[in-house]
T-cell receptor
Framework: DSGVTQTPKHLITATGQRVTLRCSPRSGDLSVYWYQQSLDQGLQFLIQYYNGEERAKGNILERFSAQQFPDLHSELNLSSLELGDSALYFC?????????????FGPGTRLTVL | ELKVEQNPLFLSMQEGKNYTIYCNYSTTSDRLYWYRQDPGKSLESLFVLLSNGAVKQEGRLMASLDTKARLSTLHITAAVHDLSATYFCAVPITRGGSEKLVFGKGMKLTVNP
């Protein structure tokens, strides 16, 4: 158990809908990362937040957005969902935002879009 | 753009056998991570390799890093069924003081009795 928690574990929804995935980092970690794992694209970095501010952006679609709250938990919002958005979404956290900060991964949220 | 390639992507082997899997990456990095993933589960950190020549061992797995060759190996000794999983290598890419991980496609290992 890495200490990173994610809810919900599973989410099933329909195309066009909007969902919110939640992540709580390990105690003391200030940085949160979101990754998507799909059969087509493999594991891809989406976005990083550090102490409430966006720090780095990867291959994140415009339909997706994220934020990190004052208590350091983070939410990933996915809207206008398409079938291709079905994937495992992982959150990771690290102590700081810079280099040489090992990332610890949560259990993931499996999103199924029907 | 950093590319991380794993080789092979699928491996079926018998218990008791040895094998080495490879992870190549395309740009300079002095660190590399290995993760294990069981089906539908999270990524479990196996090894953190922090410098050229780093070698780490845990049980039947040993990982090494050659930053000059941009190559990491994961050696499996006397495989057992419990090692069946997908193994990912990941290389950190640093930009603007932040770091993200770029993953290989993963190697699915099946160990047969």
């Amino acid at each position: 158990d890495s200490g990173v928690t994610q809810t919900p574990k599973h989410l099933i929804t329909a195309t066009g809908q909007r969902v919110t995935l939640r992540c709580s980092p390990r105690s003391g970690d200030l940085s949160v990362y979101w990754y998507q794992q799909s059969l087509d694209q493999g594991l891809q970095f989406l976005i990083q937040y550090y102490n409430g501010e966006e720090r780095a952006k990867g291959n994140i679609l415009e339909r997706f957005s994220a934020q990190q709250f004052p208590d350091l938990h983070s939410e990933l919002n996915l809207s206008s969902l398409e079938l291709g958005d079905s994937a495992l979404y992982f959150c990771a956290s690290s102590v700081q935002a810079g280099v040489r900060n090992e990332q610890f991964f949560g259990p993931g949220t499996r999103l199924t879009v029907l | 753009e950093l590319k991380v390639e794993q080789n092979p992507l699928f491996l079926s082997m018998q218990e008791g056998k040895n094998y080495t899997i490879y992870c190549n990456y395309s740009t300079t990095s002095d660190r590399l991570y290995w993760y294990r993933q069981d089906p539908g589960k999270s990524l479990e950190s196996l090894f953190v390799l922090l410098s050229n020549g780093a070698v780490k061992q845990e049980g039947r797995l040993m990982a090494s890093l050659d930053t000059k060759a941009r190559l990491s190996t994961l050696h499996i000794t006397a495989a057992v069924h419990d090692l069946s999983a997908t193994y990912f290598c990941a290389v950190p890419i640093t930009r603007g003081g932040s770091e993200k991980l770029v993953f290989g496609k993963g190697m699915k290992l099946t160990v047969n009795p």
